[in-house]
């Protein structure tokens, strides 16, 4: 028996459990080794029976003195279990375990059962009590040694098959085993630990120090598993035929000796980062993410004019309309002195109109234009291209894989820059943009507005009416942002358009307007135009406000419900002020039932205006998980691994699967066909993610 062993070739699994692990995803040996414990429970030596409240779960073992069912409510039901400590020289008070309306549970405890629970007690009344606790009944049989007197592992289970049944089955097959076919997956220099060793004490380990040697090496595999496909990646793109698409830089030195500022160090490191793959002959592939307000517009802007100087046209995509016409007029302003035509591309736009042409062959005496702006249009036929050299995607998180690489398939090997403005951790880079050349924004321009960020109770609105009013007669402008569109039962939470007419009320006889997400594309780009203009002073708006939006006059906002946003979303938001001249001030509004995470996210926000130390908090706040998400889609999943916690080991498995790919970038040699495997493994894996 081997990994690769089918689940259904295994007597000591009945079919009907081999059905319900089938049902779980997992078919074969390997699946089912993989599917690591969640954690573990030290039944060399139980906790103590609390004697109250407790800011950790214990873990107890005890037995079963009564039983009871209550009705409350109708057909609501109450299982209530009395457990007492095994000793017969406790003196402790007996722990009470309760259920709600759990009758499977009612089925399996009975008195004088042995029974471990595990949960997070709570003071009741004289007692103590822990509401659906995680339990398991022990029988005194043979197979105590699985699960008593030991580092026990509880894994994560499903209808049907209990941590302790899974426990068993993972048992059963550990023993059967046959170490000599688990090849290993990452190279001797990176770990040597034996792979069946591993994996032998990952689920039931002799110690604490054997399971940290051995989740080291396993975490290893996974991150190695992980870099060896974006090493792949880039292999195979720097294997494709590319072009050089930068020569003279006239144009570029220009635009920026008519800046009325000077660019800073990081504008300038990255140009040139930039501009070495722009001038090398091979597809590029490059990432430039930075701060709300580091400048990243005219550092793309710098690298299509190399572009365009070289011959070649660019394009700069955006995801929202709103986004793409602000970029246009940026780009059309900064290019016009520089005699560069600059056209404008969205679903929205069918015909030229206004301010806002739409690239035409018989515009502008049929030439074509230089740079092309726009949204999701710009993938599809009559975009306009012609001699495609560089493709600029910004906030890049927004388009799949597939949109991104269509866009490229409209010219000839295009170099690629996508942008982000939202600030990757230092860990998570080499993580979800490994394939990509990297270049960091970590400075702001000199000419950046101050924001003041004050988190308040909600009970303080008046006065933050006030301080609004004031800033606005005085000529200024405000966003002020909500969660939702409209009210809902399900969430106490306010909305944008419930709440419309009280702003209205509030900062009469100064205009408002409303904007979000269900307004017409025209209609929204009528209302953002008068608000640019200052024709309104305030908008009453959701989270489209997020990107894209830069009107130097609006230096405040003000967010209510600010606890239902997220860490970084808020600090997205934020960015929209401060980009004038004018002192700006962020003004949170939490509700009161506020507290824990919630309050600590804000009182960050208050601290710090630096996008980094906020993405690195949210990362741990939110966890990696929830983080790489869809940003992970394209990678091998990752069971075990943290890359926030584990950063070092991801540095040292990112080495050691460059280096394989430096020597061998076909994988050719004989020693390294076990790492094709691992390839092909791991993209049966994303398969199966995407299916």
């Given at each position: ?48 029976f ?13 037995i ?51 029974l ?8 009741s009344?004289?007692?103590v ?32 098959l ?59 595999e996974?991150?190695?598993a ?21 020569a ?13 500022f ?13 501009r ?27 690298a ?55 690239f ?36 890049q ?82 966003y ?37 997400g ?21 908008l ?23 606890e ?18 004018h ?23 208050e ?85």
């Amino acid at each position: 028996m081997n990994l690769d062993t089918p689940l259904t070739e295994l007597e000591w699994i009945p079919p009907q459990r081999q059905r319900q692990l089938d049902r779980f995803g997992i078919a074969t040996v390997g699946a089912l080794l993989t599917h690591f414990p969640k954690r573990y429970e030290d039944r060399t030596q139980f906790d103590r029976f609390p004697t109250g409240d407790t800011a950790e779960p214990v873990c107890v073992c005890g037995i079963v003195k009564k039983t009871g069912v209550r009705r409350i409510r109708g057909s609501q039901k109450m299982f209530d279990v009395v457990l007492e400590e095994e000793s017969a020289h406790a003196l402790s008070t007996p722990l009470l375990c309760r259920w709600f309306n759990a009758h499977w549970v009612e089925k399996m405890i009975v008195n004088g059962q042995r029974l471990v629970v595990y949960g997070k007690p709570k003071a009741s009344g004289s007692g103590v009590v822990i509401v659906h606790p995680e339990f398991e009944v022990v029988e005194n049989d043979a197979e105590v040694s699985i699960h008593l007197k030991r580092l026990v592992p509880i894994h994560r289970a499903t209808e049907g098959l209990s941590p302790r049944v899974l426990r068993h089955i993972v048992w059963d097959t550990l023993e059967n085993l046959c170490d000599d076919e688990v090849e290993p997956i990452i190279p001797a220099v990176l770990d040597a630990t034996p792979r069946a060793w591993a994996l032998r004490q990952i689920h039931f380990p002799d110690s604490r120090a054997t399971l940290e040697k051995t989740r080291r090496h396993l975490v290893l595999e996974e991150f190695f598993a992980m870099q060896l496909s974006i090493a792949a990646k880039r292999a195979e793109q720097s294997a494709q035929p590319g072009a050089v698409h930068c020569a003279a830089d006239s144009l570029m030195r220009r635009l920026h000796a008519a800046l009325p500022f000077s660019l800073t160090g990081a504008q300038f490191r990255s140009i040139a980062e930039i501009r070495a793959d722009l001038a090398a002959p091979r597809p590029m592939n490059h990432l430039l993410h930075g701060d709300v307000g580091s400048g990243k517009t005219l550092v793309a802007l710098s690298a299509m004019l190399l572009a365009v100087e070289a011959g070649y046209q660019a394009a700069l995509m955006t995801p929202t309309q709103i986004l793409a016409e602000q970029h246009y007029l940026t780009l059309r302003h900064l290019c016009e002195p520089l005699s560069l035509r600059v056209a404008l591309r969205t679903a929205a736009r069918t015909e030229q109109s206004g301010a806002l042409p739409l690239f035409d062959p018989s515009v502008e005496g049929g030439e074509e234009p230089h740079i092309l702006v726009g949204t999701h249009a710009l993938l599809y036929a009559g975009a306009g291209f012609s001699r495609l050299g560089l493709a600029v995607i910004d906030e890049q998180h927004k388009f799949g894989v597939m949109q991104r690489a269509r866009l490229r398939d409209q010219g000839i090997a295009p170099d690629v820059l996508v942008m982000t403005a939202t600030p990757i951790p230092r860990t998570l880079t080499m993580t979800l943009y490994g394939d990509l050349d990297v270049s960091t924004l970590d400075e702001l321009p000199e000419n950046r507005g101050r924001i003041v960020t004050a988190a308040r109770d909600a009970a303080k609105l008046p006065e933050a009416v006030k301080f609004l009013r004031e800033h606005l007669e005085a000529g200024r402008q405000a966003y002020i942002v909500y969660p939702l569109i409209d009210e809902s039962e399900k969430l106490e939470a306010k909305a944008a358009a419930g709440e419309f007419k009280k702003w209205q009320a509030l900062l009469a006889p100064m205009k408002c307007e409303l904007l979000h997400g269900r307004i017409a594309p025209e209609e929204k780009d009528a209302i953002m135009e008068r608000f640019r203009r200052g024709e309104s002073k305030a908008l009453i708006a959701t989270t489209v406000i997020e990107v894209g939006i830069d009107v130097p006059n609006a230096n405040i906002m003000l967010v209510e419900n600010a606890e239902r946003f997220g860490l970084a979303q808020l600090h997205q938001l934020r960015g929209r002020i401060g980009r004038g001249e004018h002192k700006s001030y962020c003004i949170l509004l939490r509700s009161a039932k506020a507290e824990g995470e919630a309050l600590e996210k804000l009182r960050l926000l208050e601290e710090t205006s630096d996008g980094f130390k906020i993405a690195e908090a949210d990362l741990r706040m939110r966890g990696p998980g929830d983080i790489l998400g869809t940003a992970q889609s394209g990678l091998p999943p990752l069971k075990l691994g943290d890359p926030l916690a584990d950063h070092e080991l991801m540095r040292l498995a990112r080495n050691a699967a460059f280096l394989l790919f430096d020597r061998d970038p076909q994988l050719a040699a004989p020693e390294n066909a076990r790492y094709r495997s691992v390839l092909a493994e791991g993209r049966k894996l994303m398969l199966s993610q995407v299916s």
